[in-house]
């Protein structure tokens, strides 16, 4: 991978370390034809389960990326790595100081040529996300509008994620966020829980993250991987 190592990515599927999948479903998810996985979680990350899952998901060829969410999970051997940015936090802890504590222990061992600043905005006031980072999730269309001008133009963050973190979300504001985006890749993730709503969601989003309903039904969470593509297909027609 280089330097646009996930500007091509249009389905990815984001693992838990800290929940359990079975060798056969992890299988079926590797080899479903999705980009790449993404692992990460907010809360119980630990190294050693980050380790156990990265050398699981390594006997396949799929693109393997870790979402760098605590210091203790934070695991050389990846693909690349993206380090959030809440920015609609109400704690500077995840808007910079826990990245900054980060770097002063690690920065020199950082492969920044495969490292992304990921900016969050998290919409789901009841996810754990939003309760961990402190965001200040009840926001209106008028209040969002300029944390995506902020990511998007003002820091020029490669990476801006919409997060409502089991729930799903509002398309109707997915679609007037994709229309401010100029430069930056927007992902999506929240309450994807089969082709219908993953095929919503790529109707605006460049990138679609399915993550929860891996764990309750992976028959429909297979599903997601075409119906996204063939959304992508029919944008290029």
């Known amino acids: 991978m ?10 990815v599927f984001k693992l838990d370390p800290d929940r359990a999948l079975s060798d056969e479903q992890l299988e079926l998810i590797c080899m479903s034809g999705t980009d790449a996985i993404i692992v990460g979680g907010s809360s119980g990350v630990t190294y050693e389960n980050t380790v156990d899952l990265l050398s699981r998901i390594r006997r396949y060829s799929v693109d393997c990326v870790l979402e760098v969410s605590t210091m203790d999970g934070a695991v050389p051997g990846f693909d690349g790595y993206f380090v959030p940015f809440v920015l609609n936090t109400r704690r500077a802890d995840y808007l910079m100081l826990n990245q900054l504590e980060g770097l002063q222990t690690y920065g020199h061992f950082v492969p920044w040529q495969m490292t992304a600043a990921s900016g969050y905005i998290v919409l789901n006031e009841e996810s754990t996300a939003a309760q961990v980072s402190g965001a200040d999730a009840s926001l209106s269309t008028q209040e969002v509008l300029p944390y995506v001008w902020m990511a998007d133009r003002l ?83």
């Not at 280089?2 to 389905?11: G, I, L, V």
């Open 2 to 11: 280089d330097n646009e190592w996930f500007s091509q990515w249009e389905h």
């Open 155 to 237: 820091l020029r963050l490669p990476l801006l994620y919409i997060e409502y973190s089991g729930t799903f979300g509002d398309m109707n504001l997915l679609r007037r966020i994709a229309s401010e985006v100029e430069q930056a890749r927007l992902f999506y993730g929240g309450g994807i829980d089969g082709a219908e709503r993953a095929s919503e969601a790529a109707q605006y989003a460049h990138t679609v993250v399915v993550g929860n309903i891996v764990y309750s039904n992976i028959e429909a969470a297979l599903t997601t991987v075409q119906a996204v593509k063939s959304i992508k297909s029919a944008q290029l027609l």
